[in-house]
């Protein structure tokens, strides 16, 4: 079995916030270089896990730049060639599961690390807090809040619907 990445979304959450000196160090991924771009993991996981893919889904009616979609899966997805960090879609989500620093990376800040190249993510894996990035030999385990973000990268994260029922 072809090892995956475990990413621990709740240990980085611990860490100081963005007032800190020190920003946490973030993942970045992008299965082809594109339209899609390179994005970074918690945004996905924040997608893909925590927004309550509104039927309506008033981000994508604010977007002036046609940048939201909704995928096959109902899942939205932001192309980032034609995103323009507005933020009009973080501040009209009821549900406050978008982060403004989603939208400010810029590839050559440091602290940013694309997790499919291999010295990058060895360097993402030394910066980070001991043990909130992981190569495993495992498959997604819901008990343990740790689900499949894509066939390359598993995420410890709370799933929204499970808090709630
Ligand atoms: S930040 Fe603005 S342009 Fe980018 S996805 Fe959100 S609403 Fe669209
Ligand atoms: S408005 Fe917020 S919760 Fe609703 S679909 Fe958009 S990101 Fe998800």
Same mark, same amino acid.
């Given at each position: ?8 979304? +709740? ?6 916030? @963005?007032?800190? *000196? ?34 309506? %889904?008033?981000?994508? +009616? ?6 939201? +979609? ?16 507005? @933020? ?12 403004? *620093? ?15 190249? &291999? &010295? ?11 043990? %909130?990035?992981?190569?495993? *030999? ?12 894509? *066939? ?8 929204? &619907?499970?808090?709630?029922?």
């Amino acid at each position: 079995m072809a090892q995956k990445i475990l990413i621990d979304l +709740e240990k980085f959450r611990s860490l100081p916030g @963005k007032s800190s *000196d020190e920003s946490p160090p973030e993942g970045l991924y992008g299965p082809s270089v594109g339209a899609q771009g390179l994005k970074s993991i918690r945004e996905l996981a924040v997608f893909q896990f925590t927004c309550r893919r509104c039927t309506d %889904a008033p981000c994508i +009616e604010v977007c002036p730049a046609d940048a939201l +979609e909704k995928n096959e899966e109902d899942i939205i997805t932001r192309s980032t060639n034609l995103c323009i960090s507005c @933020k009009s879609c973080v501040v009209i989500c009821p549900f406050g599961t978008m982060m403004t *620093d989603f939208f400010d990376y810029h590839r050559d800040e440091e602290n940013y690390y694309d997790v499919m190249d &291999k &010295k990058e993510l060895d360097q993402f894996i030394r910066n980070s807090p001991e043990g %909130a990035v992981q190569l495993v *030999d495992m498959e997604e385990d819901p008990e343990q809040h740790i689900f499949k973000l894509n *066939d390359h990268i598993l995420v410890r994260e709370r799933m929204w &619907k499970t808090d709630n029922l």
